[in-house]
């Protein structure tokens, strides 16, 4: 099936540690999105790529990384200069008609 | 920054009743969309309506959009437990020549058998 697949679903990080998340979509979409959700907030937009090989930072860029070596894949790394990582994380692709295409999202806990 | 901010903040309702979500943002928009979130899930799109539409409808949906208030309303009708779930408005505006969706921080709907 067609789709944003998002992993780990869960993951525990240690102070000091990086971590990387996966998202990987198969609907053959340009444009991919990273959001941030803190429990009782809306999203909040981390980085996004519209090409391969090419990604602007979005609101709260600070801390993370990416990099978008293939249309399919928009891999996040939480670095440690992230000094409030734990968060919903949830990434996003959009095939130019304007509505955004979730995965079932990234939950991180720092330890 | 937060563009739309979502009101009420939690709705709690019956089935069978209709449900009502409002949204008001600041700049001008391309578009404004609706997603629903389930508790610890991904984002679900709705439905969107772009500025120069007025009112749009998808299935028991009814969204309103007046640009001149800044504002639109996510109307459900006939409502299930099944609809409980967090909504969400985003506004779609370009940003450096790119489009990119600013979500409000959303309404949590609880719909009670």
């Known amino acids: 099936d067609g789709g944003i697949t998002q992993s780990p679903k869960y993951l525990f990080r240690k102070e000091g540690q990086n971590v990387t998340l996966s998202c990987e979509q198969n609907l053959n979409h340009d444009a991919m999105y990273w959001y941030r959700q803190d429990p009782g907030q809306g999203l909040r937009l981390i980085y996004y790529s519209q090409i391969v090989n090419d990604f602007q930072k979005g609101d709260i860029a600070e801390g993370y990384s990416v990099s978008r070596e293939k249309k399919e894949s928009f891999p996040l790394t939480v670095t440690s200069a992230q000094k409030n990582p734990t968060a919903f994380y949830l990434c996003?692709?959009?095939?130019?008609?304007?509505?955004?295409?979730f995965g079932e999202g990234s939950r991180l806990t720092v330890l | 920054s937060q563009q739309g901010e979502e009101d009420p903040q939690a709705l709690s309702i019956q089935e069978g009743e209709n449900a009502t979500m409002n949204c008001s943002y600041k700049t001008s928009i391309n578009n404004l969309q609706w997603y629903r979130q389930n508790s610890g899930r991904g984002l679900v799109h709705l439905i969107l309506i772009r500025s120069n539409e007025r009112e749009k409808h998808s299935g028991r949906l009814r969204v309103t959009l007046d640009t001149s208030k800044k504002s639109s309303s996510l109307l459900i009708t006939a409502s299930r437990a099944a609809d409980t779930a967090s909504y969400f408005c985003a506004t779609d505006t370009m940003n450096s020549g790119y489009s990119t969706l600013t979500f409000g921080k959303g309404t949590m709907l609880l719909v009670s058998p």
């Open positions: 996003a692709s959009n095939g130019g008609a304007g509505e955004l295409f």
